[in-house]
């Protein structure tokens, strides 16, 4: 192997479909730079071997996914404001002694919506369904950009509540239970649930989506259906997959390792195609 060559790599379990080496490999073709990027599959109790096994090695940076995120925020030497947020690590970059964690998730689906999808965040209500790690990832950055309000809401009713106290003094976030937004409404309601991995959508009343607003699940494929096809039947405007939230925050992660910010609409167009 090339040791002047750069390598980086995603980890997770499961792997093989993962699109980030194919997203890494485009954005360093379209910049002229030489680096590799390769998916690993790594068992959470390998997680922690592994990674200083890489560093040993002199590897520069990696991207977490399922289900290695939280266990990556515990293993990084030192965090991002953003990761702290989120309790959750999706990026590594590589320092003397360790790894600096990060999270560029949040800022990945804030650039989607406002700057792919043209939709407005300040000013809006928004909703959030799920309380687990992905939804844990992006509320920070949501509610940077001063919506009206950012509702929270969940199966366990508890886990709103916690998130909710936590993030109060970042802006007017509430916890809500799927009961108790019967009445409500809201610009942009956000799916950031696993349950359409089981074909499911989460039990909500009817009549939540404003004129105008925009459904967005942080699946992409099959996982993101149910969901936006029940917003759909429900009379949203837009609907959107995160695909897109997807290139977005490999885009993030690329400039924190390389210093530049890619192109990315050329790539979201070929995975899309
Ligand atoms: P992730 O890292 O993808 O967020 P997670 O931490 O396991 O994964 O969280 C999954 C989220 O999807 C949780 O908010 C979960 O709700 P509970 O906290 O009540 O378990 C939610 N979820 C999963 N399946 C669901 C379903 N069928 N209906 C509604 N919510 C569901």
Known sequence: ?????????????????????????????????KLLYEAYE????????SLARF??????GFNLTVPHKQAGFALSETRSDAAVAAGAVNTLIRTATGWHGDNTDGAGLVRDLVANLGVAIAGKRVLVLGAGGAARGILAPLLAEQPAIVAISNRNPWKPEEIAAALKPLGNIVPRTHLSLKGDQYDLVLNATSAGHKG?????????????????DLNYGPASRPFLDWAAAQGASRLSDGLGMLVEQAAEAFQRWRGVRPETSAVLADLRG
């Open 55 to 60: 560093h040993a090695d002199a590897w520069a």
């Open 42 to 49: 790594i068992a959470p109790d390998e997680l922690a071997p």
């Open 1 to 33: 192997m090339n040791a002047d060559v750069s390598r980086y790599g995603v980890l997770g379990q499961p792997i093989a479909h993962s699109k980030s080496p194919r997203i890494h490999a485009a954005f360093a073709a379209s910049l002229n730079q």
């Open 200 to 216: 499911e959508v989460p039990r909500l009343p009817p009549g939540l989506f404003a004129p105008g607003a925009t459904a967005y």
